[in-house]
Each structure stands twice: as C-alpha cells, then as structure tokens.
Nanobody, 120 residues
C-alpha cells in the first residue's frame, strides 16, 4: 500500500560526500516523523537522523556536524546529505516514515535500503 524507495547509495572514498533520497508513495494522508537508519554487518539497526514534519531534527552523535537531514512534504520525500564520510559509515541505509492513513491509523513504514560503502 505504502512504499518507500531509497536512492543515492554507492561507493565513495573516505572524506567524500553522498546524497540519499527516499520517496514515499501510495495512499497517504500525511507523514509525521521521517528518519534515516543504518545497519552494518553484525550490528543492530541504529538511528542516524530524524526530522519532524515541521523541520525539527535529531542526529546521532556519530552524524552530528557531518550529515544533514531534510524533507519536502509536498513530495513525501526525505533526504540525507552525508559529508566527510568515514569507513565506519559503511552500512545499508534505510528510510522510515510514520505514515498516517486516511483512517487516522499510524504505521511505521520502511524502505528496502540502499548500500553505502566508504573505502579507506
């Protein structure tokens, strides 16, 4: 019903930059908080950054000063600009949206993920 599709992942050298996008589609009344998470091999999925509908942001300590999350509510899209990338940023990056349906129900919806690999 609701699909989130990430794009922009790839291979980049340490110190480089990468931009991720995630667009939601389907039957959507609105999307409240949206966020980016990542999961490295052998580790649990962790929050990287989140953003409210009004633009309030929250970052993991590891992302502060390097990553910037933003969104376009009209496009139901969330972005993650990643700068000064490090090898430890290597992971599958997932976007999540708290989707409010026409019936008022709220569901956390996840994208399929996009691989980000940072070479050192």
């Amino acid at each position: 019903q609701v699909q989130l599709v990430e794009s922009g992942g790839g291979l980049v050298q340490a110190g480089g930059s990468l931009s991720l996008s995630c667009a939601a589609s389907g039957i959507i009344w609105r999307i409240d908080v949206m966020g980016w998470y990542r999961q490295a091999p052998g580790k649990q999925r962790e929050l990287v950054a989140s953003i409210s509908r009004g633009g309030n942001t929250n970052y993991a300590d590891s992302a502060k000063g390097r990553f910037t999350i933003s969104r376009d509510n009209a496009k139901n899209t969330v972005y993650l600009q990643m700068n000064s990338l490090k090898a430890e940023d290597t992971a599958v990056y997932y976007c999540k949206g708290s989707v409010v349906g026409w019936d008022g129900g709220v569901n956390d919806c996840w994208g399929q993920g996009t691989q980000v690999t940072v070479s050192s």
